[in-house]
């Protein structure tokens, strides 16, 4: 989709995307969630969505597919983080959009709920993945998801800060193998270049070090 056209969509839904924002604020809110020391989590939310906002028009190939796109990225963490069900999910989206593209929108959040386990990468593993990369859009809302939360650990210097971007930074490679369908012609499923880019630009002091030793795994993809 052009940018511009995407931009139109954005325009013309702005009420609704605004409702579903404050509705997903409002959720993360009455669990008492917050992101990072004392921010409230729809800090996060919301810089989810910018990513969205900048490179939506590199996968969107519908009109009908915008609203499910944002919602995905507002309720990515209902389920994981704010005690909804699936099905709450689906309700709540069927108050903001048709019965399919709440469906779509359902499993965008689905796609990217953590599986139970007692370590990062046992709740990241490749079950996890592989629901991802087989949902459309899912691929690119994680790879927002993982934006928002780069961005704000290079732009925080505290130690949970300083771990946490040595953490993501480790995991890229896999990270962006594993959410990448790879062979591909559906645009719902794609990992952009641009977006990928963006995301390297944080760590560009180590990424620096990494290309003299012929590491580049952000020209990967």
Not at 20 to 25: D, E, Q
Not at 139 to 166: G, H, Q, W, Y
Not at 171 to 191: A, G, K, Q
Request: net charge negative.
């Amino acid at each position: 989709m052009e940018r511009k056209e995407f931009e139109n969509y954005m325009q013309e839904y702005a009420d609704r995307i605004e409702e579903i924002r404050l509705s997903a604020h409002s959720l993360h809110q009455s669990v008492n969630q917050t992101y990072g020391n004392d921010l409230p989590y729809g800090y996060h939310l919301d810089m989810v969505v910018n990513g969205i906002r900048d490179f939506g028009h590199l996968v969107c190939v519908a009109k009908d597919d915008v609203l499910p796109l944002f919602f995905g990225g507002y309720y990515h963490d209902s389920i994981e983080d704010a005690r909804l069900t699936y099905n709450d999910v689906l309700k709540t989206a069927r108050g903001f959009m048709t019965e399919e593209q709440a469906l779509m929108a359902t499993e965008i959040v689905y796609a990217l709920t953590n599986d139970k386990g007692r370590t990062r990468a046992e709740r990241a593993g490749e079950r996890y993945y592989k629901g991802i990369r087989e949902t459309p859009y899912a691929p690119f809302v994680k790879l927002c998801d993982r934006l928002a939360n780069i961005t704000f650990s290079c732009s925080v210097v505290n130690e949970d800060s300083m771990r946490m971007k040595s953490v993501y930074k480790d995991e890229m490679p896999h990270f962006l193998s594993c959410i990448n369908p790879r062979r591909t012609d559906d645009d719902r499923f794609l990992v952009p270049q641009e977006t990928v880019l963006r995301l390297a630009e944080c760590l560009i002091d180590d990424m620096e070090r990494e290309e003299k030793n012929g590491k580049v795994w952000w020209h990967e993809y």
